[in-house]
């Protein structure tokens, strides 16, 4: 039986997944991204200063991660290197992103498969916040419309948290989650300039100055977010964990993991990293090497050639191309199928035992939820991994302004080469995230992208093997095969973003 569970909802833009079911089990899955932008062609023949404005566009969920791996990319091309202060300002400006999209994620997009917000009318407390959202509940139900109480019902069928007070609990966490949200876009606005596309962020660092009152009203912000996620976010992932143990075992995907690593703690960018990259299969972890990743387009719509490298990577649409099911290229390292996002992230630094508070958060968690380090590539591993991420960049963030000095620049001078090439790699929250650029007469000759949901969504490769996605849904038990509310949690804690996988 072949069924459409898409468009999937509580994401970024488009999906589509349809899946095959024999017995109650998923034997086959397709990711489809459903639409075609095309910003590596807008930006051929510019000035590649306008690039890490021009790739902000692609997302407002991310746009600062491209901006830095825009920067990146341009820095490694002109030869230049941030002073300390453009560094860590970078770093300000994508850690609080980080940290906004973490709550965004968990909240707003994926707390409603597990929390029951028809709880809610049960609530008999005082609470302002929460008798409004009751009284909305009840009002919309009693309203006779198709739909009523629309986004949040109708919705699958299935098992969600019983516990009248843990639901109303998560339901008030939601709405602050909200609140906290704007205090971590305020954060990164200081140095940026503005929320979402940051107007500051230059390849050599940063335009805006390094001010004491600037630093003092970004550190009081980042605190505030930090609290939340101790004592709402980290207890109600765990909670929802404790609730739902059975899905540290389901959504595992079945290749590699690859993570670029993040926030450079000296101003070469990829040197010494808080998290630190690397490709890890099989329990072993190497260096990523850029000329390994590779982007096949047999299911894909586009008739340029197939598996070319990042350097030679070309873009011509093909909306007609026989065989092909997605506008996503099907990036793989070596040949391999590979998953990004908070778990690569977490395992590859973890198994290079580099970060001391990461083993130390991942010994205690695991040990905590009674579970091996491979049951993290699960949907609970990945929501747990993105708290485990947060915690580690908010203090982070905190020890990174003691380190600002406001007597000094924070933009390092810059002379565009007439030829150059660079890459520049990061991580955007929902994984590793390459730019890559040519100049040819001082103007981009070429552009690439590689971005986190265009690994993790990616259709099959030319060899007939599935995407990351793909694979974490097969195998997966489905009580009801036309609601499948097993895959849309699996397919949720990977976040996709389909805006940026097409881009
Ligand atoms: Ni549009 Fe993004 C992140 C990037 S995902 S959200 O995170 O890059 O592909």
Redesign the pocket.
């Known amino acids: 039986m072949r069924i459409e569970i898409g468009p999937v909802t509580r994401l ?1 833009g488009h999906l589509n997944v349809l899946t095959t079911v024999k017995d109650n089990t998923i034997v086959e899955a397709q990711c489809v991204g459903e639409m075609f932008r095309g910003f590596e062609m807008i930006l051929r023949g510019r000035d590649p200063l306008d690039a890490q404005q021009i790739t902000q566009r ?5 746009p600062y ?2 901006a830095i ?1 825009s920067s990146y990319a341009q820095e490694q091309a002109f030869g230049l290197r941030p002073p300390p202060n453009g560094r860590i300002m970078h770093n300000l400006i994508q850690g609080a992103n980080h940290l906004y ?1 973490y709550l965004f994620h968990f909240y707003q997009l994926a707390a409603l498969d597990f929390v029951d917000i028809t709880a809610v009318l049960k609530y008999s407390g005082k609470d302002a916040s929460l008798v409004k959202v009751r009284d909305w509940v009840k009002a919309e139900l009693n309203s006779g419309r198709k739909y009523p109480a629309a986004p949040f019902l109708p919705r699958l069928e299935g098992r969600y948290i019983e516990d009248v007070d843990a639901n109303v609990s998560a339901i008030k966490h939601y709405l602050e989650a909200m609140e906290v949200q704007k205090v971590a876009n305020q954060a990164s606005a200081i140095f940026g300039g503005k929320f979402p596309h940051a107007t500051a962020i230059f390849p050599g660092g940063c335009t805006q100055e390094a001010r004491i009152d600037l630093i003092a009203s970004y550190r009081s912000k980042i605190k505030q977010v930090r609290h939340f996620i101790h004592e709402k976010y980290l207890p109600d992932v765990m909670a929802v964990a404790a609730t739902f143990p059975e899905y540290w075992d389901i959504g595992a995907s079945q290749g590699g993991f690859l993570s670029y690593g993040m926030l450079p703690r000296t101003p070469a960018p990829d040197s010494d990293r808080l998290m630190a990259g690397g490709v890890l299969f099989n329990g072993q972890v190497t260096d990523v090497d850029f000329e390994r990743i590779t982007q096949d387009i047999g299911h894909s719509k586009y008739s340029s050639a197939s598996g070319q490298s990042v350097r030679n990577s070309a873009i011509s649409p093909d909306p007609h191309k026989e065989g092909a099911y997605s506008w996503i290229k099907a990036p793989r390292y070596h040949g391999d199928m590979v998953e990004v996002g908070p778990a690569a992230r977490i395992m590859v630094d973890y198994h290079q035992g580099h970060n001391p508070q990461i083993r130390q958060l991942v010994d205690h968690f695991i040990g905590q939820a009674g579970i091996r380090p491979a049951q993290l590539n699960s949907v609970l591993g990945r929501h747990l991994c993105r708290v485990i991420c947060s915690v580690v960049i908010a203090d982070f963030l905190l020890e990174e302004c003691e380190r600002l000095d406001p007597a000094k620049p924070t933009m390092a001078e810059l002379v565009i080469p007439k030829e150059a090439e660079g890459f520049g790699a990061t991580e ?4 590793g ?1 390459l730019h890559y650029l040519r100049l040819e007469d001082h103007k981009i000759a070429t552009y690439e ?1 590689v ?4 690994w ?1 969504a990616s259709p099959q490769d030319d060899r007939g093997r599935p995407g990351a996605m793909e694979s974490a849904l097969v195998g997966t038990k489905v009580a009801d095969p036309q609601q499948q509310i097993e895959a849309n949690r699996i397919i949720r804690s990977f ?3 389909m ?3 097409v881009h």
């Open positions: 970024e692609i997302c407002g969920v991310c991660a491209h791996a999209d955007a929250s929902r994984g995230l992208c971005v986190p949901t265009t993790n976040d996709p973003c805006a940026c996988s």
